[in-house]
């Protein structure tokens, strides 16, 4: 018998959090050194607050684009057929899904309506 796991719902969340959390380090990481060595040498003089300061800000700055790319991952899941025109499904995209996905259609095209069910 197989068994399946479903990563659905909040493993899921939490795997897009960690991912993009680490994503979002790095940027603003290499983001904030490239800035600091860029200013050195321009002979800008670089004022030194106190450290907790900046750690305060860069995990603001961390979290707040932590959640913005999570927000834009899962707005950006749903249906990649929607930019192609219909007439394309047994064009260029017939390889990619594109024969079953015009089966489909059709298939659903065919089905009765709610009011045609009820004689």
């Given at each position: 018998?197989?068994?399946?796991?479903?990563?659905?719902?909040?493993?899921?969340?939490?795997?897009?959090?960690?991912?993009?959390?680490?994503?979002?380090?790095?940027?603003?990481?290499?983001?904030?050194?490239?800035?600091?060595?860029?200013l050195?040498?321009?002979?800008?003089?670089v004022?030194?607050?106190?450290?907790?300061?900046?750690s305060v800000?860069?995990?603001?700055l961390w979290?707040?684009?932590?959640?913005?790319w999570?927000?834009?991952?899962?707005?950006?899941?749903?249906d990649?057929?929607?930019?192609?025109?219909?007439e394309q499904?047994l064009?260029?995209?017939?390889?990619?899904?594109?024969?079953?996905?015009?089966?489909?259609?059709?298939?659903?095209?065919?089905?009765?309506?709610?009011?045609?069910?009820?004689?």
């Amino acid at each position: 018998m197989e068994k399946t796991v479903d990563i659905s719902g909040w493993p899921t969340l939490a795997y897009q959090y960690l991912l993009s959390g680490s994503f979002a380090f790095a940027v603003l990481f290499v983001g904030a050194f490239a800035l600091w060595k860029g200013l050195v040498a321009l002979g800008v003089t670089v004022p030194r607050p106190n450290g907790a300061v900046w750690s305060v800000v860069f995990a603001v700055l961390w979290a707040a684009l932590t959640v913005k790319w999570v927000r834009h991952l899962r707005a950006a899941d749903g249906d990649w057929w929607g930019p192609i025109p219909r007439e394309q499904y047994l064009g260029r995209f017939a390889g990619g899904g594109g024969l079953a996905r015009h089966s489909w259609e059709r298939s659903v095209g065919k089905l009765y309506d709610d009011g045609d069910d009820r004689d």
